[in-house]
C-alpha cells in the first residue's frame, strides 16, 4: 500500500510514542509505573490504528 507523507509523519510520531512508554514499562518492571505506562502503550496502539484507519478513508493519495 503506497502512502503518503503525512500518513509516514503520523505513524512515526505514534511509535515513537509507544516506544517511550514500553521503555519506561521495562525500567520499571514490577511497580504500578510499569504497569500504568503498558497499559497506557497499548490504548495508543489502538489510537494509532484509529488514526492511521481515519486518515487512509480521507487522503486520496492513500486511499
Known amino acids: 500500500m ?4 503525512q500518513f509516514d509523519t503520523v505513524r512515526a510520531e505514534y511509535e515513537r510514542e509507544i516506544g517511550f512508554m514500553l521503555a ?3 525500567r520499571h518492571e514490577g ?4 504497569k500504568s505506562s503498558a497499559k497506557h502503550a497499548a490504548s495508543t496502539k489502538q489510537r494509532m490504528a484509529r488514526a492511521l484507519n481515519s ?3 480521507r487522503c486520496p493519495e492513500c486511499g
Open 24 to 26: 519506561h514499562s521495562k
Open 31 to 34: 511497580r504500578s509505573a510499569a
Open 55 to 57: 486518515h487512509v478513508g
Open 2 to 5: 503506497k502512502t503518503c507523507h
